[in-house]
Each structure stands twice: as C-alpha cells, then as structure tokens.
C-alpha cells in the first residue's frame, strides 16, 4: 500500500493523543492497515514514552482522542508547548463535542479541522455506514491529504461549523440519551415487581424492544463519554429543561384525569407533535418501525444457520441458496450481518415446518456441505425444536 503523502511530499507521522483509548486505538490500527501510516502518541494509561514535546515535534498530524470534559484543556496543553513548532502541521480531534474542542485548537498555530465520528469505534476497520461530521476551521497546504484521509475512512462526511454541531448534538444526542437514561431508570425501578427486565420480554413491542437496544447500547458504553455530552455541550440543559417540562405537562394531565386533560394531552403532546413532523415523516418513520420490527423478529427466530462466506465474489450467495434447496430446507429470511467480532456473515432464518418433515440431521448435513465445497463455514445454528 502506498502511503498518502502529507504536503511535503511525504507520508506523515500520525500522532494521537489519548492512544490507549477506545477511538485511539481503533484509529491507530485505520492509520497503519488502511493507510500505511507510522503511528505514534501518548496516553497516562501506560504510553508516556514520548514527551508532550517529543509527540508535537515528531508528529506531523495530532488527532486529540481524550475525555471529552479533558480536551480544550489538554489542546491548550499541547499548543503551550508545541511553541510554534506546530505551524505547518494539522492538528485534529474526534470529540462529542466541537466547538471548545476547535476554538482551542485554532489557538495553536497549526492547519485544523474538527471531527466527530458519529458512532462507537466500529468492529470492522472501516467507518462505512457511519456519519461523521467534518468541521474544517483552518485549512490550506493539508486539504488534500485531509480529503484523502476522510475517503479512506468511507464514513458519511458532512461538514458543519462547531456551533450548529453542538446545537444539532444537543438534539440527536443529548435529547436521545437523556430519555433513555431516564427509561433505564424507571425500568429499574418498577421492573422487578414484573419479574426483572427478561420477564418483560415475552409482552414485548416494538417500540419498547426498539427503546431496550438503545438504553443497553448506552449502559454498555463509556459513561465517561456520556456524562460528559450531558454537562459539556451547553445546548444540552436547555433541551432536558422542555423535555421536563414535557413530561410535567404529561403528569400534570393524568393527575387531572378528566376528559379536559385528555384532549390536552391529545392536543399538544401528539397532535401539534404530528403537524410539525408532517405527512412524508410520519408515513417513512411508520414504514421504518414495521420494517425494523419484522428485522427483529427474525433476528430472534429460533431456527437459523449463521454462515460465513470467504469468498465475497458475485455468485457466491446463489451458491450458498442452491445447498438449502437441494436439501429441500425452505428458507423464511437473509440478512447479512456482522459477528461481535466483525466478521460479514449471512443469517439464514429457516422455515420451522419444513424443518419438522425433514430428518433430524439435515441442518447438520447442510453445515458439511457448505463446507466441504468450500462455499461457507457455519459460525452458528440452531434448530429451536
Ligand atoms: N467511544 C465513542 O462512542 C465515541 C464516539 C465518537 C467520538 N468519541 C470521542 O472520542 C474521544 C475519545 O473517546 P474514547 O471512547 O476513546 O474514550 P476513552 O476513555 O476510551 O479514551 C480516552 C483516552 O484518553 C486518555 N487520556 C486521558 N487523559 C489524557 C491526557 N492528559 N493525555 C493523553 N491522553 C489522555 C485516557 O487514558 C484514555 O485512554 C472523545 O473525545 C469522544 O468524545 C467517542
Ligand atoms: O454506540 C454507538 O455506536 C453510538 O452511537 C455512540 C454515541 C451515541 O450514542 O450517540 C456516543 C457518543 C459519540 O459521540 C457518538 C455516538
């Protein structure tokens, strides 16, 4: 692989701050396998080899990836005792939050751009089906490397100032979080009366199911990172305050109870709600819900065979049907989807009636012959008899 070269004609060094990290270190393994970059940085948890002063020098391109609450700070930090040395180097950052992120970097005297890539680090070394937002607030001679660099990354780019940012993240962030912290906390409270959260699961719909996977999601994560979206972005209390309000309102009219308080209700927490969505959004989120409920319920059918396909070549899906078929083992759903570990696999979801005329060793023989012709490896499977 040829290294993207920076404007000086050659590759550059990466350094990143807060390496150790969850983003730095899935960053780090982008910058080396995707794009043959020398990767270089530190972190208090254990990767102090370098200086402060020894990173700014060496790096060519710094990407800040620390707490979120730490890194107007640490920047300020850096841009002390980088001493100009920084100027002619672009220095960047991954955080939540962009615009104290971006004012401090633009104190150093380095190119800059913000960035804030809109998930997780992903399993797969790629950020393809992510967006990330792109605040560039000082760019010249590292343009093209930059863009170079955001294509490698194949995320969703969509540039945006820091302000807009952390006003529209304090929206599809803060709002988002804050209600599901707020789920969490009242199944946590009320739940187990009902026999704890799986008992529910049996009465479940799909909006409570939908709710669930974004609150585990959530509670599985940093809550550093958390934490820190709720108290640093400044946009955020004012959106938790209507959102408040909201629900007082809500509580205020069943503590009513008349048929007053219902039209209230009505009125303002679901019609006026309706007309500012829309027609066209309220008809595509509606489709949307079906579609990711029946997802769901696939997902969590019993009968399914998991197989992973080396070879990612046209046909190789057609191979891979034709072995059910010769099997007479019908197939009720496909998806593709990705192991914990990344891995692209096909869920194959089975026809339980079919299942139940065949021979008990059929799903096993079909696992052989996938394999023994070299079309897939069964990852995993299971006959919910
Ligand atoms: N994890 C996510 O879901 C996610 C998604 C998008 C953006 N981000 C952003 O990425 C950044 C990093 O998040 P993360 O998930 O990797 O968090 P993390 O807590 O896993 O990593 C932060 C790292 O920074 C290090 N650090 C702390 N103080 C430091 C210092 N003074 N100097 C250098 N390093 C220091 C920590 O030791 C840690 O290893 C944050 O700004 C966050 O907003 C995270
Ligand atoms: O877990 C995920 O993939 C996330 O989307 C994490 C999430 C979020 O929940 O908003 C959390 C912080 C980051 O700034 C980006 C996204």
Known sequence: MTPLPGPSGTAPVVGIVGRRGAYGRWLQHFLETRMGLRVIGRDPAGDEALSIEELVTRADVLVFSAPI??????????????????????????????????????????????????????????????????????LDRWRTWLDGFLAATRAECIEVTPGHHDRAMALVQGLTHASHMAQAAVLRRQAPALGGLEALRPLRTVGHALDRIVSARMLAGNPGIYADIQFDNPHVLPAVELMAEAVGFLRDQLRRGDAEARQALRTRLLEESASFFGAPALAAGSHDFDRLGYLLADLESPDFLSVFLPEDAPGSLCRLLHVFEEHAVNIESIHSSRSPEGELHFRIGLDRRSLDDLPADTLARVAKALETRGIGRVTAGHRGD
């Not at 107007?72 to 950052?93: K, S, V």
């Not at 104190?107 to 804030?116: D, I």
């Open 69 to 138: 609450r730490l890194t107007p700070a640490l920047i300020a930090e850096y841009a002390r005792a980088a001493r100009g040395r920084e100027a002619g180097c672009l220095w960047m950052d991954l955080t939540s939050i962009k615009q104290g992120p971006v004012e401090a970097l633009l104190a150093s005297r380095a190119e800059v751009v913000g960035l804030h890539p809109m998930a997780a680090p992903p399993l797969i070394p790629t950020l393809q089906g992510r967006v990330m937002a792109v605040c560039p607030a000082r």
